[in-house]
Each structure stands twice: as C-alpha cells, then as structure tokens.
C-alpha cells in the first residue's frame, strides 16, 4: 500500500491572498469563450478548490451551437495568474491571459489554421480595424509586442519581407517559431476505404459530436497515438506527419498498416470498478496495457470526500485523465503527477489509463478515499 495513500487536501490558507474564486472563474470562462470563438456561448463553471501544491482547480463546459466541450484552468498556488489551460484533449497555454508567444522582436509563426484559411492582419488591435493583409500557416514573422483587446490578445507583427510591413493579428495564432511538439511515438498507418471525391473528417475528441478540426484523402499517412471505444465505433487519435503535428480524431475503420494490411488495433478498451477491502479507505492495483490501449477505473465516491490516485509507472507513455459523474474533466496527468483533492460531485468518479506508446507498459495505480 502507498504509504500516502490517506492523505487529504487541506485547504490552503494562501487562499485569503489569491484573487476571488469569482474572478478566476469568469477569466477561465472568457478563455474558453475566446478559445472556441464564441464570445457568446453559455459556460457552466465550477471552482474546484486547492490541489496538494496550492495550484487552484477550475473546470468548466461550454456549449457551443450543436454540441458541448469540457475545459479547465489552473491558477498558481496565489491565484493571480493562469498558468494552464486544458481544452479537446490537450493543453493550450498559447490562450492564458497575457501570454506573450515569446519576448518583444522574437520571430514566431503562424499556426493553427484550418486547411484553406488565412489569417487576417488588420491595422489595428481588434477586428473592427480594417483588414491590410493575409497570412498562411507557416508564416514567419516579428513579434512586436502584444495586448488585450475586449478579451482577445493581439500582437503587432512585422513582416520579414524588405518592405517590414506591419500589423496586428489575433495571437492565438502565433506561436514560437521551433516550438513544434517532439515527434510521438507510435506506428505510423494510411488512410484507406474513404469513398472517392470524399474526405474522413478529422475531430477534436474521439465522436461525432466533437467539431471537424481537419480532413484527410485516401493514402494520407498519418502517425497513431491511441485507440478508445466510443458507442459502437473504434476512435483513433492521430498526428499529422506535417512541421506542425496537428492531432486530431479519426474513425478506426479507415485506417490501415502502410503495407495496406488492417492495422492491428488494440483490444476494446476494459472497464475496472474499484473495491477496497473491507475496513480499509484505499487500494493499489497491479495493471498492464497493450500498446494504443486504455482502461477506465470505476469508484464510487461522495461530494465533499477527498479522493488520492497515482499512477506509479517507468513508461512515459502512459497518461491519466479523472472525470466527475456527470462526465467533466476534472485532472489529468501522466506518471510524474499524482491526485489530491476534494471531490464536488456524488457518484460513480472515472479514471482513465491511456498507453499512447507502441509497447505493451506495466504500471501500478493506488487510490484512496477518507
């Protein structure tokens, strides 16, 4: 048994010097508003309390014209800054609050732009400014220096032509030139069996209901991370063998070896409740994972009660996320990252365990619950 294993969160008395629960939650709801572009939408926010190092947890949903989207923040242990914003699967700190994509004069680039589309470069800091060029991804340019305009962050850029043009764009497209993610690990596959004069949509989250994010043809070839059931269908999420590595979600079914043989797909992901034994207020399990493979842990627990989970592993290719009953995503984390906190909500808690790796991993995961 993990010797920490009925540790409790305490809440910390730095919270009398942090900013109000109310104005972190209404800056993580503007962030998300601004990630998905619509200032508009309606969010449900909810403030999580203090995690084991003092870093505040906030998570949130927001629901868009046909569908929803989990998110959450993390402010430092006083709560003044945002130092993570989590949204469709990853981390997305080129959105915090006065991120600057890197220091006044450096060369960024521009990414993260839908196949086809450009980036507007207006006169000014906000699109009621007339609109004076057009960038594409890829696109090198000087950061300038950056502000928030009603929510946004913009960046003045200079152009690296001979004339330096210059112009101000939304600067969540901008990002360190170089700073693309190191390559995954995982088999690299092709898409097959899409229809002729059709493309597979590439999604945001494992299901239709999450937002097309990209399109692929036949024979693309793409790299595999991990494979999760969702209904009746096998989802895959896959990294674009591009400078940029975009990811994204795709239907298994059209995915093959690059011999053209079916790839083989790991088995359907397993579903584990968790018991403790009687008298006792934790466990650990013993567990291995194939490659491209997932297993959920099921434990029922209470509002109010504290709740600790690790993920002891030498694999770096194995992740955890922790979702409340009602399907939010409340942590996540790899080996280096363990759980303490307060639960908010009654019912049936989910961990999942992802091997995005192309080996099969061993690895232990403890749980305590007072």
Same mark, same amino acid.
């Given at each position: 048994?993990? +010797?920490?294993?009925?540790?409790?969160?305490?809440?910390?008395?730095?919270?009398?010097?942090?900013?109000?629960?109310?104005?972190?939650?209404?800056?993580?709801?503007?962030?998300?508003?601004?990630?998905?572009?619509?200032?508009?939408?309606?969010?449900?926010?909810?403030?999580?309390?203090?995690?084991?190092?003092?870093?505040?947890?906030?998570?949130?949903?927001?629901?868009?014209?046909?569908?929803?989207?989990?998110?959450?923040?993390?402010?430092?242990?006083?709560?003044?800054?945002?130092?993570?914003?989590?949204?469709?699967?990853?981390?997305?700190?080129?959105?915090?609050?006065?991120?600057?994509?890197?220091?006044?004069?450096?060369?960024?680039?521009?990414?993260?732009?839908?196949?086809?589309?450009?980036?507007?470069?207006?006169?000014? +800091?906000?699109?009621?400014?007339?609109?004076?060029?057009?960038?594409?991804?890829?696109?090198?340019?000087?950061?300038?220096?950056?502000?928030m305009q009603s929510?946004?962050?913009?960046?003045?850029?200079?152009?690296?032509?001979?004339?330096?043009?210059?112009?101000?764009?939304?600067?969540?497209?901008?990002?360190?030139?170089?700073?693309?993610?190191? +390559?995954?690990?995982?088999?690299?596959?092709?898409?097959?069996?899409?229809?002729?004069?059709?493309?597979?949509?590439?999604?945001?989250?494992?299901?239709?209901?999450?937002?097309?994010?990209?399109?692929?043809?036949?024979?693309?070839?793409?790299?595999?991370?991990?494979?999760?059931?969702?209904?009746?269908?096998?989802?895959?999420?896959?990294?674009?063998?591009?400078?940029?590595?975009?990811?994204?979600?795709?239907?298994?079914?059209?995915?093959?070896?690059?011999?053209?043989?079916?790839?083989?797909? +790991?088995?359907?992901?397993?579903?584990?409740?968790?018991?403790?034994?009687?008298?006792?207020?934790?466990t650990e399990i013993?567990?291995?994972?194939?490659?491209?493979?997932?297993?959920?842990?099921?434990?029922?627990?209470?509002?109010?009660?504290?709740?600790?989970?690790?993920?002891?592993?030498?694999?770096?290719?194995?992740?955890?996320?922790?979702?409340?009953?009602?399907?939010?995503?409340?942590?996540?984390?790899?080996?280096?990252?363990?759980?303490?906190?307060?639960?908010?909500?009654?019912?049936?808690?989910?961990?999942?365990?992802?091997?995005?790796?192309?080996?099969?991993?061993?690895?232990?995961?403890?749980?305590?619950?007072?």
């Amino acid at each position: 048994m993990f +010797p920490v294993v009925a540790a409790v969160l305490a809440v910390s008395s730095v919270m009398a010097n942090a900013q109000s629960r109310d104005l972190m939650v209404n800056e993580c709801s503007a962030v998300a508003q601004n990630y998905f572009r619509d200032f508009n939408a309606r969010t449900d926010m909810r403030y999580n309390g203090q995690r084991v190092d003092g870093s505040h947890a906030i998570n949130g949903r927001i629901f868009l014209e046909t569908d929803f989207e989990d998110f959450a923040c993390s402010y430092e242990r006083e709560g003044r800054s945002m130092v993570e914003f989590f949204a469709e699967g990853q981390v997305r700190n080129s959105f915090l609050p006065g991120y600057g994509p890197a220091g006044e004069g450096s060369v960024v680039q521009v990414t993260s732009l839908r196949d086809g589309d450009t980036l507007n470069m207006r006169s000014g +800091p906000g699109t009621s400014n007339r609109i004076i060029g057009a960038l594409s991804n890829g696109t090198s340019v000087r950061n300038l220096g950056c502000q928030m305009q009603s929510n946004t962050r913009w960046c003045e850029i200079e152009m690296m032509t001979d004339m330096r043009e210059r112009g101000w764009v939304a600067g969540r497209y901008l990002t360190i030139a170089g700073s693309a993610p190191p +390559p995954a690990s995982g088999p690299i596959v092709r898409v097959t069996g899409v229809a002729a004069n059709d493309v597979l949509n590439v999604r945001a989250g494992p299901g239709t209901r999450h937002r097309v994010v990209g399109a692929l043809s036949n024979g693309s070839q793409v790299r595999r991370l991990g494979c999760q059931s969702q209904g009746q269908a096998r989802w895959c999420q896959i990294e674009m063998m591009t400078d940029m590595r975009e990811r994204g979600w795709v239907n298994a079914r059209f995915l093959t070896g690059q011999s053209g043989q079916a790839t083989q797909l +790991p088995s359907m992901s397993r579903v584990e409740r968790v018991r403790f034994a009687s008298g006792t207020t934790g466990t650990e399990i013993r567990d291995q994972l194939g490659p491209g493979s997932s297993v959920t842990y099921i434990l029922g627990a209470q509002n109010g009660q504290n709740l600790y989970f690790r993920l002891a592993a030498q694999s770096g290719s194995l992740s955890w996320r922790l979702f409340n009953p009602d399907g939010s995503l409340l942590d996540r984390g790899g080996p280096s990252k363990e759980y303490r906190g307060q639960l908010w909500q009654s019912g049936e808690h989910s961990i999942e365990v992802m091997n995005s790796g192309g080996r099969q991993a061993s690895f232990n995961v403890i749980f305590g619950i007072r």
